[in-house]
């Protein structure tokens, strides 16, 4: 078990260019999670998948924010004609969808600055 | 809607001092489980407890402590003879089983900075 892991760490970008972080869950959770953290607030959700299926969206999900896990296992989330509203960290978790567990394991995040 | 409610923002103490961080939540659900999470200065968030909504006992893990409340939609976390390395920002965060709305919903936090 190597834990969740997000590439890259740290992205700088400028305005109006896309970016494309990824996420590699804990192998066998079937459940993988897309949250932002701006400074000072807590995690804001954005997007879950179980499996390849993605199951609920968040509002804060715009039309320029798209989130795939084609094959069930990494996911990647793209963001199109960045702002400077978007920089943040985007953390992602993965879970067991088990009433067992229902404990996210978050990766280290990408911290998303955008000039 | 699920909303999580940390009314401390920041909390400043001296090394050894006892600590509770409060944390109020509200959901419709009646089957729903309780975290709390650490994010130590590098960024990362640490799991540090689950509980669910049928289990009030209170939980201790040396000098952390858990007091879930259903009567009063609380679940707080004290620390015992605080030390240095507990400064961090803590997060408790609520997980309802709605069908199509399983996710966390977090408070905004409360930096906790223990002084020498």
């Known amino acids: 078990d190597t834990g969740v892991s997000q590439d890259p760490r740290h992205k700088i970008t400028k305005r109006g260019q896309n970016v494309t972080f990824r996420c590699d869950p804990i192998?066998?959770?079937?459940?993988l999670y897309w949250y932002r953290q701006t400074l000072g607030q807590g995690p804001e959700f954005l997007t879950y998948?179980?499996?390849?299926?993605?199951?609920?969206k968040s509002r804060l999900l715009s039309d320029r924010f798209s989130a795939e896990r084609p094959k069930g296992s990494f996911s990647t989330l793209e963001i199109q004609r960045t702002e400077q509203g978007d920089s943040a960290m985007y953390l992602c978790?993965?879970?067991?969808?088990?009433?067992?567990?229902?404990?996210?394991?978050f990766g280290n995040g990408t911290r998303l600055t955008v000039t | 809607a699920q909303k999580v409610t940390q009314a401390q923002t920041e909390i400043s103490v001296v090394e050894k001092e006892d600590v509770t961080l409060d944390c109020v939540y509200e959901?419709?659900?009646?089957?729903?489980?309780l975290f709390w999470y650490k994010q130590p200065p590098s960024g990362e968030l640490v799991f540090l407890i689950r509980?669910?909504?049928?289990?009030?006992q209170n939980e201790i893990s040396g000098r952390y402590s858990w007091n879930f409340q259903k009567s009063t939609s609380s679940f707080n976390f004290t620390i015992t003879a605080s030390q240095v390395v507990d400064s961090a920002v803590y997060f408790c965060?609520?997980?309802?089983?709605?069908?199509?709305?399983?996710?966390?919903?977090f408070g905004q936090g409360t930096r906790l900075t223990i002084n020498p």
């Open positions: 978790a993965s879970s067991l969808a088990d009433q067992t567990a229902w404990a996210l394991h």
């Open positions: 192998s066998e959770h079937n459940r």
């Open positions: 998948f179980q499996n390849e299926a993605q199951l609920e």
């Open positions: 959901t419709r659900d009646t089957t729903y489980y």
């Open positions: 509980r669910n909504s049928f289990d009030e």
């Open positions: 965060a609520l997980f309802t089983l709605i069908q199509g709305a399983q996710k966390l919903v």
